[in-house]
């Protein structure tokens, strides 16, 4: 599933083409995807000036001047493509600007979402009105972090991947984040130290920003906009490398952590 860096690198992509925009015609190719199509997509979109775009946690935000906001999430498969040379059977919503470009959102697993709100009520948005601070914005801080683990006896990993504490985290820039901190996966949240948080939060924040910076990684289907692949998984510290040199010299391990796979090195993370 895409994670924040491939969304943040999606919405940054869109921007440069739909930014002051006029959608001259959106179409929908069928009636949903993970959930139905908003009855007035068509009609709220179709005309409307595109003012910004943004992202909130793993969504991204296309905003416009009728005070409304189409919400998009890409699933496990979902990339919107431009100005593709022919359309394909998964491009399910397309977006075509006074300006000539079109816009495909494909997702052949059909995971994926579009929602239409007021832009007013964006934060009673079912989906995140109990969210986390974003781990990139000034509010999320070692102070913020210690004060959400606090007394909490699950995994700081499994904590640190509840969006109710910080938005937008996933499983591969959590175990990353983790191996750069010296922190072990497994650790209790209340046990782990001011002096380690200290460590995490600029962790979380720089590989964020690198991972960005790189065009996110590559997960099976993911690709920007454009169609670039993302490229920091050449740079992934332990993720996917189980039995492979950390760069501390220890072994990277994996283990199941709360459904999913944990890689980790027990020599510099303790």
């Known amino acids: 599933m895409p994670e924040l860096p491939e969304v943040e690198t999606t919405v940054r992509g869109l921007s440069r083409i739909l930014a002051g925009e006029r959608l001259a015609s959106v179409r929908v190719n069928r009636p949903d995807l993970r959930r139905p199509f908003p009855p007035g997509l068509v009609q709220a979109l179709t005309g409307a000036t595109v003012t910004g775009l943004g992202r909130r946690a793993k969504y991204g935000l296309i905003h416009t001047d009728r005070d409304s906001t189409a919400i998009f999430h890409l699933g496990m498969s979902g990339r919107w493509r431009v100005d593709p040379e022919q359309l394909d059977k998964h491009d399910h919503l397309l977006l075509e600007t006074a300006s000539g470009h079109l816009l495909a959102l494909n997702d052949p697993r059909r995971f994926g979402s579009v929602d239409l709100v007021d832009t007013a009520a964006l934060d009673s948005f079912q989906p995140f009105a109990a969210l986390g601070p974003e781990p990139l914005g000034e509010e999320f801080t070692a102070v913020y972090l210690h004060r959400a683990l606090a007394g909490r006896e699950s995994a700081i990993k499994l904590l640190l991947l509840d969006q109710r504490i910080v938005a937008g985290l996933g499983n591969i820039y959590v175990c990353e984040a983790l191996n750069r901190a010296g922190i072990r996966p497994d650790k209790p949240g209340r046990w782990a130290s001011r002096p380690a948080l200290k460590r995490l939060v600029p962790a979380i924040k720089a590989v964020l920003a690198e ?60």
């Not at 993302?230 to 040199?245: H, N, S, T």
Request: include cysteine.
């Open 211 to 270: 991972a960005i910076a790189a065009g996110g990684s590559t997960i099976r289907d993911y690709a920007q906009p454009d169609g670039e692949l993302g490229y920091f998984a050449k740079d992934w510290r332990v993720y996917g490398r189980e039995g492979q040199p950390c760069p501390c010299g220890g072994v990277v391990e994996r283990f199941a952590q709360g459904g999913r796979s944990t890689w980790w090195c027990r020599r510099c993370q303790r």
